[in-house]
């Protein structure tokens, strides 16, 4: 078993998660595991950072959708290495505006994806962590609470002693609010990505409380960032920031940081989560 330290990034075959890849294999003492749920365009990731960067991070099959998927690649972690010291929560999905599936679709599949897809790659892999491990769930300006039109929504979501179960609850509550064409009248809003990044931003909280309870000597952080708005395939490649500047907040959080639950703007500046307000940034 090798007792090189071990970094995991999901979703890392393209737009901000192959950055954060590239940054870490420029700056880790240790193996990057690339993942990707389709393995030759994770593959094909691998080979261009080698060839144009020289770099050599290492491809793993992962879809964060998939138990079996995920299960599999916390056992090979564990029987290759016995820990991990960097996990990097990155793959998740949206829907374009013109997109023609039903809001009733979009919620289901966000939800999906972008919330339940990170918390079960967290149940898996957590148990794996190192003494000092970060971890780093990728939200978006779309996780800040004020994003939630609803007052008491935002109540449930910035609850101190909110709990997991909880917040599968919650997130359920708004998949039926689509199913039922009321997401706006329930105070939700109109975009499924908003309520998923919420969603996300709110778990990271409850991570570092749990780990905090639990396992206090071993210094474990978890925080979420925003990575801004970046030219990927997810802006339509509208926005201005290259994968590189995309990837800062997240190199951050993972190597430089000693921060503890935290929501780290794509400056990486400490933003207020809890407020109702928009980051004055």
Known sequence: MSTQKVAVVTGGNKGIGYGIVKG???????VVYLTARDSERGKAAVSKLEKEHNLKPV??????????????????????????????????????VSAPEPMSVQAKETIRVNYFGTLRVCDALFPLLRNNAKVV???????????????????E?????????????LVEKFVKAAENGKTVEDGWGSSTYVVSKVAVS??????????????PNRNISVNSV????????????????SIEEGAKSSLFAALDANLKGKYIWYDCKVVDWFTNSAPSN
Do not use: W
């Open 157 to 169: 979501f910035s609850k101190k002693d909110l709990t997991v179960f909880e917040l599968n609850k």
């Open 226 to 241: 925003h990575p801004g708005y970046v030219n990927t395939d997810m802006t339509s490649h509208k926005g201005p920031l």
């Open 59 to 96: 491809f793993r099959q992962l879809d964060i959708t998939d138990q079996n998927s995920v299960d599999n690649f916390k056992e090979f972690i564990k029987k290759e290495h016995g820990g991990l010291d960097i996990l990097i929560n990155n793959a998740a999905i949206a829907f374009k």
């Open 137 to 155: 769930n990728v939200s978006s300006s779309a996780g800040h609470l004020y994003r939630i039109p609803s007052e008491e929504i935002r109540r």
């Open 24 to 30: 870490l294999c420029e700056r880790f003492d240790g």
């Open 202 to 215: 709110a778990l990271t909280n409850i991570q570092q409380k749990m780990f905090d309870e639990e396992v």
